[in-house]
């Protein structure tokens, strides 16, 4: 009977806890493994995209580990799904969309960008090559169905707002949730969408096949400059702003493992970045189309992980021309980011440089966020 007592308790205090979590009641603190290792659950959405690929990278380059850190690393098709399993508590980080913070913050989630890794979206939006001579410009989307990731993904931001800027509303439109890589290729081919937006490389192999072309580029940032009207910072490490409070040092040594990693990517070509990543990455378009693909867009990534000075005024104009938990409300958008982290992470490693036997980015303090 006691031994009864005593699980019924204990099942009790787990689903508590659990209940807490999932209604983000409380960051968690980052647990340790059995070497001391700080464990963080970060999950992407798309890993094997080359708009994600610094995360693979540190990992491939060991400059998680070289920090302290057990970085696990989980994959989901749609950034939109992986911000919702790290708000229910099943992820810790999110390595995907800036403008994810914006629209969070509109609905009341306190979410923070803490290192920027693209000064680019990366994105194309692609049209179908039968449907080419008809559909050339967003103008022509009216009564089209436009692929993305998933609803409420980035690429449907994107993708809605080039629309809404050419006179075409949200509602003349169908956005058709077809993912990434494969699915988004299929989808194309079983001409279950007209136009869609995708990355690399799933870009290139609809280029080789023949099945679509590109209609607007944002994989350079002139491309996006004159597509949005400014830049875009894209792809990022977010968490829940109170797991940053509650995690400093952990954050800081995440960020300056990514701050290395971008480092890392300005000194070294395509072909060597290429070499550092998972075969699987390329086995579906081979090494030599990934490489050139990558040599193509490479100036997309951040060299620096700050972000840019008109960046969130941008992501905020393009949130505010379409999106209904955005638009008509004041957002304060400095509560969206932080480059407190990458500062210090950026002085640790120009110590480094000047001689001192420091680690590239490690340092003795966390850094207090401030904005």
Known sequence: MARTSRLAAACCTALALCLSGCAGGGARTAPENASGEATVRIMVGGIDKQIYLPLMLAQRL????????????????????????????????????????????????????????????????????????????????????????????????????????????PSDTTSVAVGAGSTFVAAMRNQQIDAGMTTEPTISVLESEGLAKPLVDLRTAQGTRAALGGTYPASCLYLTTAYVKKNPQVVQKLVNALVDTLQWIQSHSAAQITDKMPAAYYAGVGKAVYTAALAEEKGMYSPTGLMPADGPRTVLGVLSAWDPTVKGHSVDVSKTYTDAFVRKATKAGASTKAGTSMKPGTSTKAATPTR
């Open 62 to 169: 060991g400059y998680f580990r070289a920090q302290g850190i057990d970085a696990v690393l989980s994959d989901e098709p749609a950034g939109v799904d992986a911000e919702t399993d790290m708000l229910a508590g099943q992820q810790d980080a999110v390595v995907g969309f800036y403008d994810h913070t914006i629209d969070l913050l509109s609905k009341g989630k306190s979410i923070e960008s803490v290192v920027q890794l693209l000064q680019a979206p990366g994105e194309v939006e692609m049209v179908r090559s039968d449907e080419a001579s008809d559909v050339r410009s967003p103008a022509d989307f009216k009564g089209r169905k436009l692929g993305v990731t998933g609803l409420g993904s980035s690429t449907n931001f994107l993708t809605e707002y080039l629309a809404s800027k050419d006179g075409v509303k």
